[in-house]
């Protein structure tokens, strides 16, 4: 239909069809021109920081306005701003290039200096960056420049006659792209130092400018490791405002460094200075911030951070100074550096290193997760699941040996300040290095963690579960308020008014005071709050089941809808066969172990533990250790 609906009206439709081409073709011109327009000079890095220099002279009449700029205004710049990074000067000249017999006038030849590499990015086909144009009478041509001059073959070395001086070629670059603000076909040396007066010329050079710019952000920073094949990421932020320890991984295991920037040339110095055989005026006076990695004796920490420097000072071409050697790197320099320190100290990842990691926490207990759905690994906690008022589980702590934890049994009501409710003891575990240290570690968590933990499931069993003592005061107050227990809150509040820690508990009293006298249903929506907050805090939003208080429900539905679950570390992973042995049950028999352990006498840390195992009245079995090696024995007392 629609063909011949062209075709019944040809000169309509014709119009239609030109008329939609023409704008169509007119909209891609301009969007074209415009864009290639944009385009000028944005391949340069840190283009967004590169400005001209501009002059103008304000007279009675009428201002003039000029693109060139003194000579010596570029050098007065890099020293009295300090918000400038680098300067560098163009002067465009016609100049004469004599081959032979043969005259060339080269329209395009440009007279600068070293430092123009500091800001424009030129693509080196021959030779490096590093003192181009720093000798007197060198000369860098184009790829096109060169090939007209001396053909195919290498340019380097060779000598070029121009303006009656004889220029040694020292570099050959790619010809400029189209969309270049800057038509250079050759760059000659001129010492532009030699002119000090402002009056000795007569505005003949084109000044520009690089400011100094801020740190990358961390994602830059990521990726240019990345790029670099260094194994480690930083999670997005900013450089800038990064204060403290800054998070990393390591092959998807946490590590970090302290990280932070001091700004100044004073600053600078002071660090440089630091250092045996170095000062401070050894650096180059451009370098003005000091952007500083610190770590402890940790490996991955310090190879975090040799890889980190190496990276930054590639983004920002810096230097780096390592702690190691007293020796200012080169951008690649610290690169070969982190990777020869990377291969000498990063195991294969066919090998992972036992460790204290929350990595290593979840490769430990993963045959138990995996054979009981109701416990979950968080960040370095083992907790019951679902939680609805208690966290109840154990913490893995660091210790300062990274190869042993430090085990915590962990206790904490969701609407408590408190980071944990201290009522059993820790427990030093043993080097993750040492035989048998998983099953040891599911052992002590199903008999020394889960076994007293998992029968708290009320407000009630948690406060009876706390020991009377003065730091447990308002946690037990808060517990029985929220059963509706408040004759037994006032009581717990009399006692302590009665005793002799009533002065300096004054504080702690008239809070309980002020709880009691407020009315329950604000209370409770405190409290809700409080559990709220902590639980986006701790991330623990996948395993909290949002539940009303005891107070606020009729008895009969207070334990199904209030209670966490009942624990039982039954099924549990069964032991190795062989691992321990049970303690003699004939007095006078003896048994020998490379090492044996003990089990608490009591749930509460005020329990008494004892170094001896008991059997039946009258009897008892003692650790005796004897020529390197313990040896369980019996007898009658």
Request: hydrophobic share 40%.
């Amino acid at each position: 239909m629609a063909w011949r609906h062209l075709l019944r009206r040809k000169s309509f439709s014709l119009i239609n069809i030109m008329g939609l081409s023409t704008g169509i073709a007119a909209c891609l011109l301009i969007y074209g021109y415009v864009h290639y327009q944009e385009s000028f000079d944005n391949y340069h890095p840190g283009a967004d920081r590169i400005a001209r220099v501009t002059a103008v002279f304000h007279g009675q009449e009428t201002d003039l306005a000029f693109a060139t700029s003194n000579v010596p205004l570029a050098g007065a710049l890099l020293r009295d701003c300090p918000l400038l990074k680098a300067t560098t000067r163009i002067q465009p000249e016609e100049v004469t290039v004599t081959q032979g017999t043969a005259l060339f006038k080269e329209k395009n030849f440009v007279f600068s200096e070293a430092s123009v590499f500091s800001i424009f990015s030129f693509s080196f086909l021959e030779g490096k960056a590093a003192g181009v144009l720093s000798e007197p009478n060198s000369i860098v041509l184009t790829k096109s420049t060169a090939r007209k001059y001396f053909g195919d073959g290498a340019a380097i070395g060779k000598t070029l006659l121009c303006n009656r001086h004889t220029y040694r070629v020292t570099a050959v670059i790619a010809d400029r792209p189209p969309n270049s603000d800057l038509a250079i076909d050759a760059l000659l040396w001129k010492n532009f130092q030699a002119t000090t007066s402002w009056m000795d010329d007569d505005f003949e050079v084109y000044t520009y400018v690089l400011f100094r710019g801020k740190l990358p952000d961390k994602k830059a920073l990521s990726q240019a490791m990345a790029e670099l094949g260094f194994p480690l990421t930083i999670k997005a932020g900013s450089l800038e405002r990064q204060r403290g320890f800054m998070p990393m991984r390591l092959r998807r295991v946490e590590t970090g460094v302290e990280f932070d920037v001091f700004d100044g040339r004073a600053a600078v110095e002071d660090v440089v200075a630091c250092f045996d055989g170095l000062e401070g005026t050894d650096l180059d006076p451009r370098f003005e911030r000091s952007a500083n990695f610190r770590w402890g004796g940790d490996e991955d920490q310090m190879l975090a951070g040799v890889c980190a420097a190496a990276a930054l000072a590639k983004l920002v071409n810096g230097v780096v100074l390592g702690e190691w050697e007293a020796k200012l790197l080169s951008p690649e320099e610290a690169i070969a550096l982190a990777r020869e320190t990377l291969q000498a100290t990063l195991k294969p990842k066919s090998a992972p290193r036992r460790g204290t990691r929350p990595a290593d926490i979840k490769r430990y207990l993963k045959p138990l997760l995996k054979q009981r759905s109701d416990l979950v690994v968080i960040d370095r906690m083992v907790l019951i699941r679902p939680v609805r008022h208690f966290l109840r589980g154990a913490f893995l702590d660091r210790t300062s040996d990274k190869y042993k934890f430090q085990i915590l049994p962990y206790l904490k009501p969701l609407w408590s300040p408190s980071w944990r409710l201290d009522i059993l003891d820790s427990i030093y575990g043993r080097g993750v290095w040492q035989p048998h240290f998983e099953p040891l570690l599911i052992d002590t968590l199903q008999h020394d963690i889960f076994t007293p933990l998992g029968k708290i499931t009320t407000h009630d069993d948690l406060a009876g579960a706390l020991p009377d003592e003065l730091e447990f005061f308002t946690t037990r107050v808060c517990a029985l308020v929220l059963i509706g227990e408040r004759e037994r809150a006032e009581d717990c509040v009399r006692d302590l008014e009665n005793s002799e820690y009533a002065r300096r508990c004054r504080d702690r009293i008239t809070s309980a005071r002020d709880l009691l006298a407020r009315d329950i249903k604000e209370v409770c929506a405190e409290f809700h709050e409080r559990e709220a907050k902590a639980v986006k805090a701790m991330k623990l939003q996948s395993i909290w089941e949002p539940s009303p208080f005891p107070v606020e429900l009729p008895a009969a539905q207070r334990n199904s809808r209030t209670a966490e679950p009942l624990f039982v570390p039954e099924p549990w992973l069964p032991r190795p066969p062989g691992l321990w042995l049970d303690v003699p049950e004939v007095p006078g028999e003896v048994r020998f172990a490379k090492t044996w352990r003990h089990r608490r006498a009591g749930a509460h840390r005020n329990g008494r533990k004892d170094t001896s195992f008991r059997h039946g009245p009258g009897c008892a079995c003692r650790p005796l250790r004897r020529a390197g090696r313990i040896c369980i024995a019996r007898f009658s007392p």
